[in-house]
């Protein structure tokens, strides 16, 4: 059974800091991951998606990678902002197409001091 | 529309009574899944529906759960004899079907309803 873990759970940083949110899983057979970011009281917002054929994915200050033979990807946010501060997220997906379930971690919540 | 629509976003209801829970995905996604995140807890998968196939029931915790989706359009996801442990935020997420070529993979999610049972 596919586990993915999201360590540390909280996470604070001074504004303009550049930092790592890491996410781990143990099968690493997967599709594709996702990054999602949660705001209060919100749903989740897709950020970046990573196929595993890919290494890496850029959507401006962030950059998604993804080590599938260690099952390991990373969100990295450059020049952090209070504008951030939300519950990131990351989920695994075993085979293509829609009926193919997502695994979730627990996500990292994250707080950005101005 | 514009994007996923659920309806009630906040539902307070007493043990032992039913509570419905809506969903109206984006037009064209014919693939809807419905999830739910307890306090602490990552989500976790509860149903999904896809066209006019027969649903995945695999993640219904148990047979007070329920859900439809009527003219593959709306969802609608019933807890009867809600219990204390049924307090969470329920998701629900459309995508596109399979075979499209947009992006199958990409899920939008709704804002939630979260529901309180006293």
């Known amino acids: 059974k596919q586990e993915v873990t999201q360590i540390p759970a909280a996470l604070s940083v001074p504004e303009g800091e550049n930092l790592v949110l890491n996410c781990s899983f143990t099968?690493?057979?997967?599709?594709?991951l996702q990054w999602f970011r949660q705001d209060p009281g919100k749903g989740l917002t897709s950020l970046l998606l990573i196929q595993s054929s890919q290494r890496e994915q850029t959507s401006g200050r962030l950059n998604a990678s993804l080590d599938k033979s260690s099952g390991r990807s990373t969100l990295y946010i450059a020049a952090s902002q209070p504008g951030d501060s939300a519950t990131y997220l990351c989920a695994v997906r075993p085979s293509p197409g829609a009926n193919s379930k997502l695994t979730f971690g627990k996500g990292i919540t994250l707080s950005v001091r101005p | 529309g514009a994007g996923v629509s659920q309806s009630p976003s906040n539902k307070v209801t007493e043990k032992g009574k039913d509570v419905e829970l809506r969903c109206d995905p984006i037009s064209g996604h014919t693939a809807l899944y419905w999830y739910r995140q307890s306090l602490g807890q990552g989500l976790e998968f509860l149903i999904y529906f896809q066209g006019n196939s027969a649903p995945d029931k695999s993640g219904l915790p148990s047979d007070r759960f329920s859900a439809e989706r009527t003219g593959g359009s709306v969802s609608t996801l019933t807890i009867q004899r809600t219990q204390q442990e049924d307090s969470a935020v329920y998701l629900c997420?459309?995508?596109?079907?399979?075979?499209?070529?947009?992006?199958?993979?990409?899920?939008?999610f709704g804002a939630g309803s979260r529901l309180t049972v006293l």
């Open positions: 099968d690493s057979a997967i599709y594709n």
């Open positions: 997420a459309s995508s596109y079907p399979d075979w499209s070529s947009t992006g199958a993979n990409v899920l939008t």
